[in-house]
């Protein structure tokens, strides 16, 4: 016997109204997250990400560049941090054969950034990318409220994907990487602590702790640049310009709590970035017993090398540093630098034919050390028998007082000293040579020109090889992939990067005429993306001026971008896009407010 219809429908009756329930419980969570997910995309949050992906992706495609046999440069810092991962500091000083006295002669910042990332896995450039990636996030999101979501997701693509940061330079095991990756995080710091400072609402707790560890960590990014290069200062200039922009254009909010803040916080960064160079100086001391941070750009060696540019006499070449003159006048008066007479004079030298080597006026003749007096002198102390970090300050020491004496006697005729001992005084550089190289490198970054350095295998007698291999992170990728028969440009520089730079021509190119239309008009000087806009961009042209009057003192003229200007690179990309988006701003409230004005008069 069946059942009723009825006893049979009724369940299905009961079951009816909660699966309604569920569905439209379900649809609307669905819709909130699609909801969500919308209002993300559009905040552009979403393209963030995949640029952040992109980026990433292709910056782990390309490998590290590893130049084996570089034991004044880039197997210098690979040496120091090897050193450190074995708990010897920066290693013995002097025990290098190649180079004995490089142990301090540049700043260990790039040491301990390799050193610091080995237990990660990741290799340097990946690293150095995700340091680059955090600084152009800070900058986007600090400045989001002043450029609309649009020109956040412009400026943050824009950078992520600059060719530089994929380039063959970026790629080298070298410090200039962790530089350019610096450089760009220091301004995006500011920008959050400028955000900071200005804020209208009451200090919270969080707001705080937060500005205080955006101070600190800028501290910290002030320090470790200041340990790994000299010239540096228009890194310092613009992000601390960028702080006083966000201050300046926040007068109608002014306070004592405000500045007060930004001035302990200034002095805190200040603190820091003086910390790192003096604790680097007590551990040289408590190891070489040199108190310095580096003995080519500190100490008796700098001294003596100033000193002796400074020296005047007749025949006096523009392009010698210390010329062969200079050092015939030294000689007479001072018997520490006559010890050097015999292994610098009338001997065939690698650095003179170096220096001759990389010369570009082919019209005055070259037979000197050029730039490069500096290594030959400290090559030819250690052949005198120098043997400690001591010892070396001592032989040095001798001689800058000597000249120093001698100057202040009438024996020599002395004018302004040298710069840092890496190029003469400013009286005797070329003025033609620096605009040649300033116009240059301009003309250069806007065409992303950098060239392909070509990754070689190493010698099989190198017994630096093991070292590298067990100290830099996926240094032998490159020499697997070339033994496995690929090209050496394409390990070093993707066929995309190269489309990158040309997409990237035609975009900087009409950014920057506006730029510079813009900088004759009252809305690139009043508001504030314009006046970030101004400081980015002379940020860069001010590290341009620096390598520029570098490569004068050697009489080198160079296109392109060049390995030390590739770190500023981030900042004509910011200056750009601020200044682009300042002024389409500006155009678009005016024809606003002249739609408003024809309204009202209809």
């Not at 490998?63 to 440069?73: G, Q, R, T, Y």
């Not at 900087?508 to 961009?537: D, E, H, N």
Request: glycine fraction near 10%; proline fraction near 3%.
């Amino acid at each position: 016997m069946t059942e009723p219809p009825e006893t049979i429908s009724a369940p299905r009756a009961s079951l009816a109204p909660r699966v309604r329930s569920l569905s439209r419980a379900l649809g609307s969570g669905l819709r909130r997250v699609g909801v969500r997910a919308a209002l993300a995309w559009r905040g552009g949050w979403g393209a963030i990400l995949i640029i952040t992906i992109l980026g990433l992706a292709l910056r782990a495609l390309i490998p590290a560049l590893v130049v084996w046999n570089s034991p004044h440069d880039d197997e210098s810092f690979m040496r120091m941090a090897a050193s450190i991962l074995s708990g010897d500091w920066l290693g013995t000083w002097g025990s290098r054969a190649a180079v004995p006295h490089m142990t301090l002669a540049k700043g260990p910042g790039y040491a301990l950034f390799l050193a610091g990332i080995h237990w990660t896995g990741l290799a340097p450039q990946v690293a150095g990318y995700l340091l680059y990636l955090l600084g152009a996030i800070l900058l986007a999101t600090g400045l989001r409220a002043q450029l609309g979501t649009r020109w956040f997701v412009a400026l943050y693509g824009l950078l992520a994907l600059s060719p530089l940061v994929f380039s063959s330079f970026y790629s080298r095991v070298y410090r200039d990487q962790l530089v350019a990756s610096l450089a760009l995080l220091s301004l995006g710091i500011a920008a959050q602590l400028g955000r900071r400072y200005v804020r209208p609402d009451a200090w919270s707790a969080r707001r705080v702790v937060g500005t205080l560890a955006g101070t600190v960590a800028l501290g910290l990014v002030f320090g470790l640049l200041r340990i790994t290069r000299d010239d540096v200062i228009w890194i310092l200039f613009a992000a601390v310009g960028f702080i006083g922009v966000a201050l300046l254009a926040a007068r109608s909010r002014w306070s004592l709590r405000m500045w007060g803040g930004a001035v302990v916080g200034g002095l805190v960064v200040g603190v820091l970035t003086v910390a790192a160079p003096l604790g680097v100086a007590v551990m040289n001391e408590r190891v070489y017993s040199v108190r310095l941070s580096s003995d080519f750009s500190q100490g008796a060696f700098a001294d003596a090398m100033t000193l002796w540019a400074s020296v005047e006499v007749e025949g006096d070449d523009d392009f010698m540093r210390i010329s062969a003159e200079q050092r015939a006048a030294v000689y007479q008066v001072s018997p520490a630098a006559r010890v050097l007479k015999d292994e610098l004079e009338g001997v065939e030298s690698f650095w003179i034919d170096r220096a001759c080597g990389s010369q570009e006026d082919a019209v005055v003749t070259c037979d000197d050390y050029g730039s490069y007096i500096s290594w030959a002198m400290r090559d030819a102390a250690m052949r005198t028998g120098v043997s400690t970090a001591v010892e070396f300050q001592e032989f040095f020491r001798a001689i800058a007082d000597e000249i120093e004496a001698a100057c202040e006697s009438g024996e020599l005729t002395c004018g302004s000293r040298g710069l840092l001992g890496v190029v003469p005084p400013l009286d005797r550089v070329s003025k033609r040579v620096v605009l040649a190289n300033v116009a240059a490198y301009a003309n250069g970054a806007l065409n992303y020109r950098t060239g392909t350095q070509t990754q070689h295998l190493p010698s099989a007698t190198d017994e630096a090889v093991p070292l590298w291999v067990a100290t830099v992170n996926g240094a032998n990728t490159s020499s697997a992939l070339l033994a496995a028969g690929h090209h050496p440009p394409v390990i070093s520089q993707l066929r995309v990067v190269a489309l990158l730079a040309t997409l990237y021509t035609w975009l900087t190119i009409p950014m920057l005429l506006v730029a510079l239309v813009g900088a004759f008009t009252k809305r690139m000087w009043t508001s504030q993306l314009g006046g970030l806009a101004l400081l980015a961009l002379a940020g860069w042209l001010a590290n341009l001026a620096i390598v520029a009057v570098f490569y004068a003192g050697a009489n080198r003229i160079q296109g392109g971008v060049v390995l030390y200007t590739m770190p500023s690179q981030s900042y004509l990309i910011t200056g750009i896009v601020l200044a682009t988006a300042a002024m389409s701003k500006g155009a678009l409230s005016r024809l606003g407010a002249e739609r408003v004005a024809g309204d009202d008069a209809l």
